[in-house]
T-cell receptor, first 112, second 117 residues
Framework: ELKVEQNPLFLSMQEGKNYTIYCNYSTTSDRLYWYRQDPGKSLESLFVLLSNGAVKQEGRLMASLDTKARLSTLHITAAVHDLSATYFCAVGWLGGADGLTFGKGTHLIIQP | GAGVSQSPSNKVTEKGKDVELRCDPISGHTALYWYRQSLGQGLEFLIYFQGNSAPDKSGLPSDRFSAERTGGSVSTLTIQRTQQEDSAVYLC???????????????FGPGTRLLVL
């Protein structure tokens, strides 16, 4: 069974600070995704990471993947209030084409 | 272009009734997925279609749940004899489906909020 663990599950931080969300998964995978969800809304794709050492950046968010450690990180730089949301990582089975297994999500609140 | 659309956006039903949820994927996307999101269980994968076929039905929680996809486009998720534990947001996603392992981004629809009384 593929398990995905995120931590922290809840994070309250101040604007301007940096922080990292961690995503660990239990079995070998070749695809990892980060999504954002605003309250009452659907999931918005942020990053797709497909290879060891992959790093992607968009604005104040940067995601990386270490397949050997089965770990992905989502780093927030100089947080702003608009980044308040719930962030999910999701992992697919190695060589599989089916659905993703999601972590429980990190509820992020950024206070002015 | 248009994203994934789902209908209805909200559905309230009585326990024991059947419901149908519809998903319209992004045009040209051959892979289609159903997930559900609930407070207790988080986001769970239900079923995946490649074209009209469903190679993976492992996520369907019981035989009351079924899904079909016709013409390689619209999909319907049917829940028979609904139970209160079926209350959740049902999300549909689609992806290009070009690679053998569907590594492309899955784009999600707005969801159908189902409440079973």
């Amino acid at each position: 069974e593929l398990k995905v663990e995120q931590n922290p599950l809840f994070l309250s931080m101040q604007e301007g600070k940096n922080y990292t969300i961690y995503c660990n998964y239990s079995t070998t995978s070749d695809r990892l995704y980060w999504y954002r969800q605003d309250p009452g809304k659907s999931l918005e794709s942020l990053f797709v990471l497909l290879s060891n050492g992959a790093v992607k950046q968009e604005g104040r968010l940067m995601a990386s993947l270490d397949t050997k450690a089965r770990l992905s990180t989502l780093h927030i730089t100089a947080a702003v209030h608009d980044l308040s949301a719930t962030y999910f990582c999701a992992v697919g089975w190695l060589g599989g084409a089916d659905g993703l297994t999601f972590g429980k999500g990190t509820h992020l609140i950024i206070q002015p | 272009g248009a994203g994934v659309s789902q209908s209805p956006s909200n559905k309230v039903t009585e326990k024991g009734k059947d419901v149908e949820l519809r998903c319209d994927p992004i045009s040209g996307h051959t892979a289609l997925y159903w997930y559900r999101q609930s407070l207790g269980q988080g986001l769970e994968f239900l079923i995946y279609f490649q074209g009209n076929s469903a190679p993976d039905k492992s996520g369907l929680p019981s035989d009351r749940f079924s899904a079909e996809r016709t013409g390689g486009s619209v999909s319907t998720l049917t829940i028979q004899r609904t139970q209160q534990e079926d209350s959740a947001v049902y999300l549909c996603a689609s992806s290009l489906g070009l690679s053998a392992t569907n590594k492309e981004t899955q784009y999600f629809g707005p969801g159908t909020r189902l409440l079973v009384l």
